[in-house]
């Protein structure tokens, strides 16, 4: 079965959710690179980080594209992984504009800092 964004924000409740081109969000994400490397986790498909609120979920989707979602502490991861596996990527899904800054602005609301 495949599924749209829209139907995976109204399947999980997440709070946002969209798809990132990986190119884009592997310079952001240098330092969690660099530390699996350090724990030998090499090939990682997935990153979880948890605010003390709000979580952010990182997977790789398609080669090249990755998907990233924030929800509520409340949500089980295990439905957020349930229903990334059902989702589709459509090109209009992608996110391509000043994606550092925007990305910045959700780790924000994932720590409420």
Known sequence: MTASLADFQAATGALE????PQDQWLG???ETKELT???GLLDFKTVLIEGPER????????PGILLAVIFDKAIPIGRIRYEAAKLTVA???VSLPQFREFARG???QVFGT
Do not use: N, Q
Not at 55 to 62: D, E, N
């Open 37 to 39: 490397e350090t724990l």
């Open 28 to 30: 952001f994400m240098a």
């Open 106 to 108: 959700l780790l924000d």
């Open 91 to 93: 090109p209009e899904d």
């Open 17 to 20: 959710a969209f798809f990132v």
């Open 55 to 62: 979580s952010l979920y990182i997977a790789a989707t398609t």
